[in-house]
C-alpha cells in the first residue's frame, strides 16, 4: 500500500496513528535504506510481517527495488554475490530473505515505478478546503485540551489473539466475485488474490461471530466484503485507469469549464487562471495538473521546466467506473445462482421405488 499527497497533507501523521494500534512485533519500520540493505541486514525476519518506510524517496533505485517486488510477490528471495578473500573471489550465497511480506509506504510523488504501482494499492489523500478545515479545528482543539492516553491494550490483544489461531478462511462468494472482475488488464491477477485476502482478514478479525465448516475453517459472510468494498474499490479503480483521484477530476474539469468559456479556442487555459477559478494555492494546482497531463486527460501547450502550463482537455475522458462489484449486485449474483439451482432440482424426474 502506498498513501499518495503533497508534502504536509498528514500521510506520515495517518500513518504513523495507524501504527499505533499495531504491536511492533508485527512490522520493521525504516525510514529509508539503500538498494541492499534487505539482504545484508542479518537477523531481519520479514516473514508474515509488514516493511514500513517512512518516504519511498528513501528507497533507493536500481535492483534493491526488483528485490522487494520479488519479495512480494514470490514470498522469497534468494541472492548470491562475490566475496574477495585470501584465496581469491568466492562464490557466496546471502541468507535467503523469506516472506510473506506486506508493504507500507508514503510518497510526495504522483507515480513510483509501474512495476511498483502494479503490486500495491494507492491511496489519495484528501486535498480538499474542507478537509484543511477540519484538521485546523482538530489541531485547536488539541491545544485547549491534552489528548487522552491511548489505551492499545486490547488492540495488540485481539492482534496476538488472531495470530495465535488456525487462519483458514473459506469465501463461499469468492467465484462470483472472480466472475464479476474485469478481464482487460492482467493487473487484476495480482489485485485479485489481494481482496481475498482482505476479506480472510476481516473474517478472522470477526471469527468470534463467525460459524465455522467441517474442516474448521471461518466461513466469511457478505459483511466482510462489503467491510473490504468500501476500503479498496476506490484504489482498485484508479489502479486499473477505471477512476481517477478527485482532486485530478477536479482540475480536467475546471480546464473544460474555462474552455468552454472561451468557445472552441485552442490558445488554451492559463494554469494561474485555473488555480484562480478553483481556489486553490498554485502548487496544488500544479501537481495535480502535471498527473492529468500524464494520464492523458489534460495537454500542456507549453512544457518545459519552471514553465506555467497553458492547458487544453486532453485526447482521454475522465473514466467514471469501478472495478469491483456493489455488495448489493455480489448479493444479487449469489441469489440469481442459488435460485437457478432449486429450479434445476424442481426440473428432475421423481424416480419411483
Not at 498554485?282 to 518545459?304: D, E, M
Request: aromatic residues 6%; glycine residues 8%; proline residues 6%.
Amino acid at each position: 500500500m502506498v498513501i499518495k499527497g503533497p508534502s504536509g497533507s498528514g500521510k506520515s501523521y495517518a500513518l504513523n496513528t495507524a501504527l499505533k494500534f499495531i504491536p511492533s512485533e508485527a512490522y520493521e519500520y525504516f525510514s529509508g535504506m539503500s538498494e541492499k540493505a534487505l539482504l545484508y541486514n542479518k537477523g531481519l525476519n520479514l516473514k508474515h510481517r509488514y516493511l514500513v518506510i517512512g518516504e519511498a524517496a528513501g528507497l533507493s533505485e536500481g535492483s534493491g527495488r526488483a528485490f522487494l517486488r520479488q519479495l512480494l510477490t514470490e514470498g522469497k528471495v534468494r541472492y548470491a554475490t562475490v566475496q574477495s578473500t585470501s584465496e581469491g573471489n568466492v562464490g557466496q550465497e546471502l541468507q535467503p530473505l523469506e516472506g510473506p511480506t506486506g508493504l507500507i509506504l508514503t510518497t510526495t510523488a504522483n507515480a513510483l515505478h509501474p512495476e511498483d504501482e502494479s503490486r500495491m494499492l494507492s491511496y489519495h489523500l484528501d486535498e480538499s478546503p474542507e478537509r484543511i478545515r477540519e484538521a485546523l479545528l482538530k489541531q485547536a482543539a488539541g491545544v485547549k485540551s491534552k489528548p487522552k492516553d491511548l489505551d492499545t491494550g486490547p488492540w495488540f490483544a485481539l492482534h496476538r489473539f488472531v495470530g495465535s489461531r488456525p487462519l483458514s478462511v473459506a469465501i463461499p462468494y469468492a467465484d462470483k466475485l472472480a466472475k464479476a472482475l474485469p478481464d482487460t488488464h492482467f493487473r487484476v491477477l495480482r489485485d485479485f488474490p489481494h481482496i481475498l485476502s482482505l476479506i480472510s482478514a476481516h473474517a478472522l478479525l470477526h471469527q468470534c461471530t463467525r460459524d465455522r465448516d467441517q474442516d474448521g475453517s471461518v466461513i466469511a459472510k457478505f459483511a466482510d466484503y462489503e467491510a473490504v468494498y468500501a476500503f479498496v474499490a476506490e484504489p482498485l479503480a484508479y489502479g486499473l485507469d477505471n477512476a481517477v483521484p478527485e482532486q485530478v477530476r477536479f482540475v480536467v474539469e475546471g480546464v473544460q469549464e474555462l474552455q468552454g468559456q472561451r468557445g472552441a479556442s485552442m490558445d488554451g487555459v492559463s494554469q494561474v487562471k485555473l488555480a484562480e477559478m478553483l481556489g486553490r494555492d498554485p502548487s496544488v494546482i500544479s501537481r495535480n495538473v502535471a498527473k492529468a497531463v500524464n494520464q492523458g486527460y489534460l495537454k500542456n501547450l507549453t512544457p518545459g521546466q519552471g514553465r506555467l502550463a497553458t492547458l487544453l482537455p486532453g485526447d482521454r475522458q475522465l473514466p467514471r467506473g469501478s472495478v469491483l462489484p456493489h455488495p448489493d449486485e455480489l448479493k444479487g449474483l449469489n441469489e440469481m445462482q442459488r435460485t437457478s439451482a432449486i429450479s434445476r432440482e424442481s426440473l428432475l424426474p421423481e424416480i419411483p421405488f
